[in-house]
């Protein structure tokens, strides 16, 4: 059996709000485990550090790092959609605050 891999995602502090944000647009999507920065860490203790989740049946986590690293159209993922309304709904919905590129959105 192959060895499972699954995205990390950086985040500078809206780790928690993405993560909300995905799981909303996705079916059977769902947050399954959350840990938080302890004293004397990165960040202030009780920030969320990791939320490990799942949208449709595969796994990801996101991780409130620092604004070390930026989203960048570097890496992609793609949504298989059944149809073009599917397709139009996510489209709109990830668009909202971003901005259109030849080939997505970022």
């Not at 891999?5 to 944000?21: M, Q, T």
């Not at 909303?24 to 939320?51: C, K, W």
């Not at 796994?59 to 890496?75: K, L, R, T, V, W």
């Amino acid at each position: 059996m192959p060895t499972p891999i699954s995205p990390c995602l950086w985040f500078d502090g809206n780790a928690k709000e993405a993560v909300d944000f995905y799981t909303s647009l996705f079916p059977d999507s769902r947050i399954t485990q959350t840990t938080h920065y302890g004293e004397n860490a990165p960040l202030p203790a009780g920030t969320v550090m990791t939320i490990s989740f799942e949208l449709g049946d595969r796994p990801f986590m996101a991780i409130n790092g620092s604004d070390q690293f930026q989203f960048s159209p570097a890496i992609s993922m793609m949504a298989h959609c059944e149809t073009q309304e599917e397709l139009d709904r996510l489209w709109e919905a990830l668009l909202d605050g971003g901005e259109a590129q030849a080939c997505g959105i970022i």
